[in-house]
């Protein structure tokens, strides 16, 4: 068991240190990782990061989440209520996980609620706007969609922006979602502020981030899992 724990850590390390998780795992204001920088320096040192990792980028939320994370998208969108002729924003997300996630679920309630001619019209002004200040994170996103067959859907709007300030009008949003990106802005309270301005009223905001587990038991557990899910995706990366 000892010798087992020793070398799922060695592993963690391994791929901790190639891919930087640590300058990912928490920051905010003028944090990044685990020290304080100028916050002029943040947004600079984030966009390299993001930039080094992006085709990687699936691979870093299963090592940072043991997996999790997919389940915790899905219940995101799932309290989301997508609908037809949505107009949504989701900020950070230039790999699409979340866009792809509601658009098939507005898709899906296309082909089972509504008859065709209504769902057409619906479907034309379903938008669905992704928004990334990192165009290597879009240009994953936007390979993943061709991939998905998506590529040339009209409802997929790809954006380079910041979500400190949106280039999107006033009340223009029925919903805006924000997974694993709140933690690389400089200022929360700006992005905070943006999204409540680029909101109808009655739209849904949904904010997904990691935290730390306090309670001892639960915070083991969490390690214990989590080191066997990076070493077993590191086996598999070596095979």
């Keep these: 068991m000892a010798l087992s724990r020793a070398i799922t850590r060695n592993l963690t390390k391994q791929v901790s240190s190639k ?7 928490h920051s905010h204001a003028t944090s990044f990782g685990f020290k304080e920088v100028h ?4 947004s600079k040192m ?3 990061v993001f930039s080094s990792v992006a085709s990687n980028y699936d691979l870093m939320n299963d090592l940072m989440s043991a997996g999790l994370h997919r389940l915790w998208k899905d219940r995101l969108v799932s309290n989301l209520h997508p609908f037809l002729g949505m107009k949504h924003l989701d900020v950070a997300g230039g790999t699409g996980d979340i866009a792809f996630r ?5 898709n ?6 509504m008859q065709d001619f209504v769902a057409d019209h619906f479907e034309n002004d379903t938008q669905i706007y992704v928004c990334d200040i990192n165009p290597n994170m879009l240009n994953v996103g936007k390979k993943r969609a061709v991939e998905r067959g998506l590529g040339e859907d009209r409802a ?13 009008g006033d009340d223009s949003m029925d919903g805006y979602t924000i997974a694993f990106g709140i933690r690389n802005v ?4 700006k992005v905070l502020a943006e999204a409540y301005r680029v ?3 009655g739209g849904r905001f949904l904010c997904l981030e990691l935290s730390h587990v306090e309670l001892p038991v639960v915070k083991q557990l969490a390690t214990d899992t989590m080191m066997a899910k990076a070493a077993h995706l590191q086996l598999m990366l070596e095979v």
């Design 46 to 48: 984030v966009g390299n």
């Design 186 to 189: 400089t200022h929360i309270e």
């Design 39 to 42: 916050e002029e320096e943040k």
């Design 156 to 168: 997929l709007i790809w954006v380079e922006g910041d979500a400190e300030a949106l280039s999107f």
């Design 102 to 106: 509601v658009l098939e679920t507005i």
């Design 199 to 201: 909101l109808k009223r």
């Design 19 to 25: 891919f930087s998780w640590s300058s990912l795992l």
């Design 108 to 113: 899906s309630v296309n082909r089972r609620a």
